[in-house]
């Protein structure tokens, strides 16, 4: 079907029944194919929920900190752009790979 250049509430009667023409075949099964590899890449990346996965992915911890390093953590992550999360993560990359050097 081709799209319909008006929105459907503006179209009168007979564009309507033009670009709806399809809907009316009672069974229309027979036009149904078996999707590409690529279609079902792309509909397997569409049915993903969350977020996505950067590097390995990510786990949830429950970490207490000081409610007064907390905040100026915050602040910083406000300045930089960045959530808390990855603020967090880049400080500890940051003390992983000093330590391993």
């Not at 081709?2 to 029944?17: D, I, S, V, Y």
């Not at 910083?76 to 500890?92: D, F, K, P, Q, Y």
Request: charged share 40%; hydrophobic share 40%.
């Amino acid at each position: 079907m081709r799209r319909p250049t008006k929105k459907f509430w503006q179209m009168n009667r007979g564009e309507l029944a033009s670009a709806t023409r399809e809907f009316d075949r009672e069974f229309i099964a027979d036009k149904a194919r078996l999707m590409t590899s690529a279609e079902r890449a792309d509909e397997r990346r569409a049915r993903r929920r969350g977020r996505p996965k950067i590097g390995k992915g990510a786990k949830k911890i429950h970490i207490p900190l000081e409610r007064d390093l907390l905040k100026v953590a915050d602040k910083i992550a406000t300045r930089m752009g960045v959530g808390r999360s990855e603020l967090i993560a880049r400080a500890l990359a940051r003390v992983i790979a000093r330590k391993a050097s």
